[in-house]
């Protein structure tokens, strides 16, 4: 069967395009796949109530808004986590997992907007597993001050055109 040698050879390199083709907007490489035209950030943000103890319930308002040229979660099945987290210091470190996660599955056309409303706890706060939970060697005690975070795509699923605007403090 040589003859179909040729026709099989390149309907798997038609198969491999489509798959990149389809997978655009997604990367599991550690960030050094293709970038794309999209580009997310969080505006409006607000916390209230503006003081709360670890228990009390906020709500956590804003407007993630996708300032690229291209749909993010143009496809079904296509997500990327929104962040909230606890921060002396006004930072979304490393290896933080936040207090709340929230999936986004909704597409954001390009120049589109998207609105989130949470309620959630900041209970622990700063859930790093680096440094703990504001604990030191004389015990774990919520910060005086603080601020709340949100980030947008805070796995880094879509490569961005900026990853740097992804995030927001109040």
Not at 24 to 39: A, F, M, R, V
Not at 102 to 112: F, K, L, M, S, V
Request: net charge negative; glycine share 12%; with cysteine.
């Amino acid at each position: 069967m040589p003859e179909r040698k040729g026709p099989i050879r390149a309907g798997w390199v038609l198969a491999l395009a489509c798959l990149a083709a389809c997978s655009h907007g997604k990367k599991d490489d550690g960030g050094s796949g293709p970038h794309t035209n999209i580009d997310l950030t969080v505006t409006d943000f607000k916390v209230a109530p503006g003081a709360a103890d670890a228990e009390d319930i906020l709500n956590l308002t804003g407007t993630i808004h996708n300032i690229g040229s291209e749909t993010a979660n143009p496809n079904q099945g296509d997500s990327f986590l929104l962040l909230f987290n606890l921060s002396t210091d006004g930072t979304i470190e490393l290896k933080e997992q936040g207090f709340y996660q929230q999936a986004i599955t909704d597409p954001i056309p390009a120049g589109g907007t998207l609105s989130f409303d949470v309620q959630a706890p900041y209970g622990g706060g700063e859930t790093q597993a680096l440094f703990g939970n504001f604990c030191s060697v004389f015990g774990c005690t919520s910060p005086q001050t603080g601020v709340i975070g949100v980030k947008v795509d805070s796995t880094d699923v879509i490569n961005e055109l900026d990853e740097g605007n992804n995030f927001q403090f109040v």
